[in-house]
C-alpha cells in the first residue's frame, strides 16, 4: 500500500496499512455470499485502504473523508470505479439514508463514541461494521465478562458482536493500542415491542445508576423487594450480581418478570 501522507493528530488519523487486515474487514462488512451490497457507508477513507477491497462487494460505496489534503489522491485512485463515490466532509454531519444501507470504516479513536450514536440512530441501518479501539470493542460486547450500559439498553433492537483482532502495527502511526473489528447488526424483528422500549430504557438506566453496583439494590428503588426478588428468581440471577454482569438476556427475563 501507499506510504501514508503525514498524520492529523487532531483528527485522530491512523492510517490502516495491512492489506490483509484491510481484505478482512471488508469481508466481515460485506461477506460475498450476500451478493453485492446495494449501499455501504465507509468512515474515514483515508487513503483508500478499505475502500479499494469494498469496491467490488458494493453496488454503491459512498466514502467520507474529512481531511480534504487526501481528497485528491483519493479521488483520482478510484476514477475508474464508478460505484465510489468520495465524499469530503465529515461523516458525522451526513444525513442518514432512507433506504437499506450499511456502515463500515477504520473509525477514528477519539470519535468512536459519536459514530457509534450516529449508526444507532439511522433508522434504515442493517449493520456497522467498525474497526475500533481493541478495549471499546471488548466492553461493548461484553468480552470482558461484563455488559455496559449502552449494550444492554439498545440490546432489544441491535445485536453486538466481537468479530477479530487487528495488532496496533497493522496502522501507520502506530497506535498505542490494539485495535478490534465490531459489529452492530440491527435486528430485522426486535426483540421487543416499541411501546415498551421506553419502559425498557428507564428499567435499564435505574439499573446502572443505582446503589453500589448492585441491580438487586437500584431496582428496589422503585419496586417492592418481594416483587424483585420473584423476578430474580424468574431470570435465574444472583441477587448480589453486579450489574455490569447481567448479560442482556437475563436483562430481559427480568424485564418480563417484572412487568408481567
Given amino acids: 500500500m501507499a506510504r501514508p501522507s503525514r498524520t492529523s493528530r487532531a483528527l485522530s488519523q491512523h492510517f490502516l496499512t495491512d492489506r490483509a487486515a484491510a481484505e478482512r474487514l471488508a469481508r466481515l462488512a460485506v461477506p460475498s455470499g450476500d451478493g453485492p451490497a446495494p449501499l455501504v457507508l465507509e468512515v474515514g ?10 469496491a467490488p462487494r458494493c453496488a454503491e460505496l459512498r466514502a467520507y473523508e474529512i481531511d480534504r489534503r487526501l481528497i485528491p489522491a483519493l479521488r483520482a485512485r478510484f476514477t ?7 465524499v469530503a466532509g465529515d ?38 461494521t467498525l474497526l475500533t479501539q481493541l478495549a471499546y470493542a471488548r466492553k461493548r460486547t461484553g468480552d470482558y465478562g461484563s455488559w455496559t450500559l449502552l449494550t444492554v439498553r439498545t440490546w432489544p433492537g441491535h445485536e453486538w458482536r466481537l468479530l477479530a483482532r487487528v495488532g496496533r502495527y497493522s496502522f501507520r502511526p502506530v497506535p498505542r493500542v490494539d485495535a478490534g473489528i465490531i459489529r452492530i447488526d440491527r435486528r430485522p424483528t426486535p426483540l421487543l415491542p416499541a411501546d415498551a422500549l421506553p419502559r425498557w430504557r428507564d428499567l435499564v438506566e435505574l439499573g446502572f445508576t443505582g446503589v453500589g453496583g ?9 419496586y417492592p423487594r418481594r416483587r424483585v426478588d420473584t423476578a430474580f428468581r424468574a431470570a435465574r440471577i444472583d441477587p448480589g450480581a453486579l450489574v455490569g454482569e447481567v448479560p442482556p438476556a437475563r436483562w430481559l427475563r427480568l424485564y418480563e418478570a417484572l412487568t408481567a
Avoid: Y
Fill in 45 to 54: 477513507a483515508g487513503q483508500g485502504a478499505l475502500t479499494h477491497p469494498l
Fill in 80 to 86: 475508474d470505479t464508478p460505484q465510489v463515490r468520495v
Fill in 91 to 128: 461523516f458525522l454531519t451526513a444525513h442518514p439514508p432512507s433506504t437499506p444501507f450499511a456502515v463500515a470504516g477504520n473509525v477514528p479513536f477519539s470519535r468512536t463514541a459519536e459514530v457509534v450514536d450516529w449508526c444507532l440512530r439511522a433508522p434504515a441501518l442493517t449493520g456497522a
Fill in 214 to 222: 448492585s441491580l438487586h439494590a437500584s431496582l428496589r428503588r422503585a
